[in-house]
DNA sequence: CATTATAGTGAACGATCGTTCACCTGTCAA
DNA sequence: TTGACAGGTGAACGATCGTTCACTATAATG
């Protein structure tokens, strides 16, 4: 049972169950007969550094978690390791979402927002209870009308700018309510 | 000890750890004494649906990932929930990788697909051994250049065409290599 | 051939696991 | 005042946990 494989049915095992197997059950994914034997193998992936090991001895994820290779593109040449490393082991749950006790989802209709790159369809991440700064993406109630849209302020006027040239900036005649500010995007093609 | 707050505890312990407290671990996170006052509120998070149970007793997180809410627009009024639960209850991980032995991540540079909503900085990832279809955006060496275009073909012509209008399309003098398709995009503010 | 290393078996240990049971409070309604 | 009940304590159980040790089988090396 070679470290490769053995990594591989121990992240589909994680996938499926939400936690590490105990030795016993890697037994059984492995096809050994002794807990020892997974002992040993889960030694080797912690020396790779695949797993890691609680303060109380417990096994936990370590590279283990989907880390998707980080390329980069070289201008002539084929796609290649790219030196930063920020999105290899993080999570995209903990990457697009700081914090999820004051986040919520939206998903995108209307193109007010398409040159800002945010499509029909698209999925923003709203984070609430944030002072919102001049060029943010807001979530908005303005006289009653429910938006996406740039936050602006210019001496001390704040208005909502679309990010599509065939609309025009709304200026608030009664009501602006703020409802957070977008702070990531997704999409999904397939 | 109500419901709400152990929610909040055991979540922010599942965060930091992967995996779920132990009964006993509860007892230091709640403040009790004794493993059955744990084991009992337990009893009620799975009654509520927070946490569940494995086949062989172990606790397992049910609804207890991060689950935001999914908010829907109403044209006129603030934001309700939507009725659909797509992404409330599945990892962003889940949701963009559907393949992640299969994919990898590239961070975008160049503007040659920003009316495709593709902007410099934001990250794609990409699905490797997968045929591409006319309209799907292709990560491709053409010619020795390395770009990120939309697959096109017209009666057997195999070329690619920018997502900006200030490029031209790009037909392949020599070699076309796909290094994969898109399937998702992702973008984040702050 | 002998030797060393690698991989797996199998038994055993103390610790911790989930779970059950009996008991001890308070609080609130009858 | 009484009884029921919910919430917490504490001890106990068998099962499983991680870990150790001694042993076997196979392959590679000299």
Redesign the interface.
Known sequence: MDIESAT?KIRRFF?K????PSYQEMCRLFGFASKHASFKLAAKLIEAGILGK?DKG?L??DRL??S????????????TA?D?QI??SV???D????K??K????????DSM?EA???EG??V?VEKDREPKEG??V?A?ID???T?KYFRKRDNLVFLAPGNSKYSPLFPAENLTL?GI?????????
Chains 1, 2 share one sequence.
């Open positions: 591989q996938r169950n939400k936690r590490l609680d417990r936990i994820p978690l989907p998707l290779p980080v390329l980069g593109i070289i201008r002539a040449g084929s796609p790219a930063e999105l290899s999570s995209f749950d990457y697009l979402v700081a999820p006790e986040s919520y989802l939206l998903r995108v209709s209307g398409i790159g945010i499509q698209d999925v991440i943010d993406i979530v109630s009653g009308e429910f996406l409802f977008v702070i990531s995007v997704v999409r999904k093609y397939h």
